[in-house]
């Protein structure tokens, strides 16, 4: 990604550039700049696990943070993109990555619109609710599952206080941007009759947006539809 000094994204669609340096921009960041109709939409792939503090080997599709965070800065205060499109496949991955990237997203000034293809599991979650509007494909589905560690036992009382307070963060971030209730969430993170050897849930798109998850079921299209909608909105 480049910014220059005014903070502003150089653009993608800059008739000085080719195709070739326009796919080595989407190589490097998972990331590009689109003009439609006089509106500039910058779109944000997550995918794979989410890189946290750790960095992962590099067999992994990974989402780094310290790339999201500046990018978003720039997004929201470069003054030639009007939205943000977020597109999730995501497995999960470091939690407070994942939720300080949502946070960041939620709190934009810019309309903002997610849409989860193949999957938003875990923190995938939070990260897919924390748009203006979310959208979500009929064969994507969601993982909903408890904060967890790794090994069979917590060895210490601070770390099951640690992983129930991140949880309860979780849950109050998700409860507060989308429409399901408390209740409604807890009951699909405890369920034990769906996964083998986890408890919690998997959902498709139709059950994500039935219980109130996610907005609407629908595509590329309908999510670019909505983000130009609210864009016209936001310029009055």
């Not at 503090?53 to 599709?61: E, R």
């Not at 599991?121 to 560690?149: D, E, N, Q, Y």
């Not at 947006?209 to 609407?216: F, Q």
């Amino acid at each position: 990604m480049n910014i220059d000094s005014k903070n502003d994204i150089k653009t993608d669609f800059d008739n000085s550039k080719g195709t070739g340096e326009m796919l080595d921009n989407i190589e490097k960041s998972g990331s590009v700049t689109t003009r439609s109709d006089g509106i500039n939409i910058h779109c944000l792939t997550i995918i794979g696990q989410i890189e946290g503090h750790y960095v992962l080997d590099n067999t992994q599709k990974a989402t780094k943070y310290e790339h999201i965070i500046p990018l978003l800065t720039a997004v929201e205060e470069g003054e030639q993109i009007d939205g943000l499109l977020v597109v999730l496949n995501t497995q999960g991955g470091d939690v407070e990555a994942g939720l300080a990237i949502s946070e960041l997203i939620a709190t934009m000034r810019k309309p903002t619109v997610s849409l989860v293809l193949g999957g938003g599991h875990s923190i995938g979650v939070p990260l897919a609710v924390s748009a203006k509007k979310s959208f979500i494909v009929p064969s994507a589905t969601m993982t909903i599952h408890p904060v967890r560690t790794t090994g069979l036992v917590i060895g210490v009382e601070q770390s099951f206080e640690y992983l129930f307070r991140m949880q309860e963060r979780i849950c109050s971030f998700v409860t507060a941007h989308s429409k399901i209730t408390k209740e409604k969430l807890a009951e699909y993170m405890s369920r034990t009759d769906e996964m083998a050897t986890d408890i919690g849930s998997i959902i498709d798109g139709y059950a994500a947006v039935e219980c109130g998850l996610i907005d609407k079921v629908g595509g590329l299209g309908d999510a670019l539809d909505a983000l130009h909608e609210m864009i016209k909105e936001y310029k009055k």
